[in-house]
């Protein structure tokens, strides 16, 4: 339960951060109380816990002295960059927020191909700096409005782009890193003197792992200030579009190439998958299906529902489709990609479409998700932000997403849209991406419900999918997860005691990361 912030905790953030950059008024409060995001308007709630304050640092020092007043007075912390979803929230009581929007430097160091970055820099904003100078760093499945730092340390990674530009957990080079406890870590090669930012693997043993694991601990285990990341080659010009929102008049970029591709059966899909990912020939790839489609087509709720009703999207991506972007640095290399994706996606049975299939619309989107990640987001928001995951959602190898993990949670839907309980939308709305140029895959699967009418029911989807990926011993929420429960239990308090050794005094506000961990111990 949350309760009033002590008169003298309060004074002393001021003199911290300064007396504009603090507030306890209930006006504010209720600004950092409300998210409009994912799953959180199609399960029926917005608001979440109010915290008892607002903080905004724009040091590593008064980071540090943040985090010691708040155990000083027994109070919890939850820091966040771009706040993009309900775990950048207070979720448990006495919680005090960083904005960390004040921390907002980048700097892009050309020669040797990285960036570093504070905790706000959006990752669009890093792009557009990087593409001036012929780089581009990865862009994750948030869009451009997403924090590198915050993808990279503390929440999941992975994007279109990570088949070429890798997931950012993998691009961390070095990392500034407020402990629960106010110690500063630093990882990679800023912890030698003199050495600079350009090496993950620094003296002493790694921490990467420990620090973020698979999917982050979303400020569960401190408050990161600055990482490097790696960056990869941008073979230009920059992204340039004109026109009014949300449909650009984007300009084609030179050398390359733009094809949306459909497969008839999953089986054909993940040869296909497999083979692309092995030529290395792909710099950016989306799967998505009607639904995610249709909501990026129309620009409002109601467009959105009069165009499923029409079904003319859903007859034609009802089974799902993939967008592949390739940018070569030559005509002749492109050439030679081009001859390499259209046979392999011939020999797997796959169709290739124009993107301008619907007009310009169309175009705009698969050029701008390839591009700039635009659109992705605005297609988990929609309708009326009902958006929610049947399971399984997971990291995993394409066999076990598309052969196993995509068929239940299809089964799910289907069974749950013939109730009107969600929208249908066709045959799923898979949204994937291939990391790596590898057998690897990131999965995840959208219900979308009209959130006034009366029979939407999203979550039952969400649990028939979890327990049938469960009797099948299938990882879920992007992990795999240990096949017996006693297995299970050792995971959770191996867990519970990296957090213990991270945060001794328990003022982090883990977002629920780590709650299972404590209920095992």
């Keep these: 339960m949350s309760r009033k912030m002590p008169d003298e905790a309060y004074e002393e953030f001021k003199q911290v951060a300064g007396e504009n950059n603090v507030s306890i008024e209930p006006e504010v409060l209720e600004t950092y109380t409300y998210m409009n995001g994912l799953a959180q308007g199609a399960m029926g709630f917005h608001w979440n816990r109010k915290p008892i304050g607002v903080v905004l640092p724009s040091t590593l020092e008064e980071v540090r002295k943040i985090l010691e007043i708040?155990?000083?007075?027994?109070?919890?912390?939850?820091?966040?960059?771009?706040?993009?979803?309900?775990?950048?929230?207070?979720?448990?009581?006495?919680?005090v927020l960083l904005d960390m929007r004040r921390m907002n430097n980048l700097e892009i160091n050309e020669r040797d191909f990285f960036l570093i970055t504070e905790s706000y820099p959006p990752a669009g904003v890093a792009q557009i700096e990087a593409m001036k100078k012929g780089l581009q760093p990865h862009l994750v499945g948030a869009g451009p409005n997403a924090s590198n730092l915050a993808s990279a340390t503390s929440m999941q990674g992975t994007g279109g782009t990570s088949v070429r530009t890798s997931m950012n957990e993998r691009n961390v080079l070095a990392v500034e890193w407020v402990l629960p406890t106010g110690e500063v870590l630093k990882l990679g090669s800023i912890n030698t003197p003199g050495a600079g930012w350009f090496c993950g693997d620094g003296p002493g043993p790694s921490l990467r792992g420990m620090m973020r694991g698979a999917v982050g601990q979303v400020s569960g285990n401190g408050v990161f200030t600055k990482v490097a990341l790696k960056l990869y080659p941008w073979y230009g010009p920059e992204y340039k579009g004109g026109g009014e929102p949300p449909f650009f008049n984007s300009e084609e970029v030179p050398n390359s190439y733009l094809k949306y591709v459909l497969w008839d059966s999953f089986d054909d899909e993940a040869e296909g998958l497999y083979r692309l990912g092995e030529a290395e020939i792909i710099d950016y790839n989306n799967r998505w299906a009607a639904g995610a489609f249709t909501s990026a087509m129309t620009t409002s709720n109601q467009e959105y529902l009069d165009a499923e009703a029409a079904g003319k999207y859903k007859e034609m991506f009802g089974k799902g489709f993939w967008t592949f972007f390739m940018h070569a640095p030559s005509e002749r290399s492109l050439k030679h990609r081009i001859k390499v994706f259209e046979k392999i996606v011939s020999d797997t049975g796959g169709e290739i479409a124009d993107p301008m299939i619907f007009g310009k619309r169309s175009y705009e989107i698969a050029l701008q998700n390839a591009v700039r990640a635009i659109w992705i987001a605005k297609a988990a928001y929609m309708p009326t932000s009902a958006n929610t995951g049947s399971m399984p959602m997971t990291y995993e190898n394409i066999d076990q997403c598309f052969k196993y993990a995509l068929p239940i949670s299809v089964n799910a839907k289907k069974e749950y849209a013939n109730q009107d309980k969600i929208l249908n939308e066709g045959a799923d709305n898979c949204y994937a991406c291939i990391d790596e140029d590898g057998h690897y895959i990131h999965i995840e699967h959208a219900c979308l419900i009209d959130t006034w009418e009366p029979k939407g029911e999203p979550g039952g989807a969400a649990m028939v999918g979890m327990a049938k990926a469960l009797s099948k011993g299938m990882g879920l929420l992007y992990m795999s997860w240990p096949g017996s429960l006693k297995d299970f239990i050792v995971y959770l308090q191996y867990s519970a005691q990296i957090q213990s050794m991270i945060d001794p005094n328990g003022i982090a506000d883990s977002s629920g990361t780590m709650g299972a961990s404590y209920l095992a111990t």
């Design 70 to 95: 708040c155990t000083r007075y027994g109070l919890k912390f939850k820091a966040h960059s771009t706040a993009w979803v309900i775990m950048a929230l207070a979720t448990s009581g006495n919680v």
